[in-house]
């Protein structure tokens, strides 16, 4: 089946410490996207890249950084910078680059917490 | 950049009424909008979307309509079902990415009661 899988699902940082989440897509996808989701939010873009070795900012990327060496991954990492990086975090990906009109499938998400 | 407002945040319906959630948008040049629906510990799934060029699309008991000279787009859900209880979300493509990332409502919690 193809999908997206992010992994780990729960994840805990320590103080000063960066982490770093993995996104894998099987889809065949140019397009992913990290979007943060905090408690009765909706989503806020982190980074997005429609295409491999590139990648832009999206609207909260402080304290962020991304690469995409690889087509199918985009690994995020949260950076000791992000002062509060407790949330859910969500990858997608779509099959961009193009215009609009290009739906987006999510991986389930990985729960990131301060220890 | 896009600003896509949701209401209502909670909706609480009895089995078998229609839901109606509804969302408007600020760029006018969009024309790409998709609804996802969100159980609790997942990702968000597609479950309907809508381009400009028409104004209407039903699939089963979903449907969304969208009236672009008022900027806004609405979900229906007929004939709500307990497993139709989760967070809906409504987007619009972002202007600062070249519409190709979505800004996304702040979501509306449905819950059907048995």
């Known amino acids: 089946d193809g999908g997206i899988t992010q992994s780990p699902k729960y994840l805990f940082r320590k103080e000063g410490q960066n982490v770093t989440l993995s996104c894998e897509q099987n889809l065949n996808h140019d397009a992913m996207y990290w979007y943060r989701q905090d408690p009765g939010q909706g989503l806020r873009l982190i980074y997005y890249?429609?295409?491999?070795?590139?990648?832009q900012k999206g609207d909260i990327a402080e304290g962020y950084s991304v690469s995409r060496e690889k087509k199918e991954s985009f690994p995020l990492t949260v950076t000791s910078a992000q002062k509060n990086p407790t949330a859910f975090y969500l990858c997608?990906?779509?099959?961009?680059?193009?215009?609009?009109?290009?739906?987006?499938?999510f991986g389930d998400g990985t729960r990131l917490s301060i220890l | 950049g896009e600003n896509v407002e949701q209401h209502p945040s909670t909706l609480s319906v009895q089995e078998g009424d229609s839901a109606v959630i509804k969302c408007t948008y600020s760029d006018s040049a969009s024309n790409y909008f998709p609804w996802y629906k969100q159980e609790l510990g997942k990702g968000p799934q597609l479950i309907i979307d809508?381009?400009?060029?028409?104004g209407e699309k039903k699939d089963q008991r979903i449907a969304v309509t969208l009236n672009k000279t008022a900027k806004h787009f609405s979900l229906h859900i007929t004939e709500t079902q307990p497993e139709d209880s989760a967070v809906y979300f409504c987007?619009?493509?972002?202007?600062?990415?070249?519409?190709?990332?979505?800004?996304f409502g702040s979501g509306t919690r449905l819950q059907v009661q048995p």
């Open positions: 997608a990906s779509s099959i961009a680059p193009g215009g609009e009109g290009q739906p987006q499938h």
């Open positions: 987007a619009a493509p972002s202007p600062g990415t070249g519409r190709r990332a979505l800004t």
């Open positions: 890249s429609q295409i491999v070795n590139d990648f």
């Open positions: 809508i381009r400009s060029n028409v």
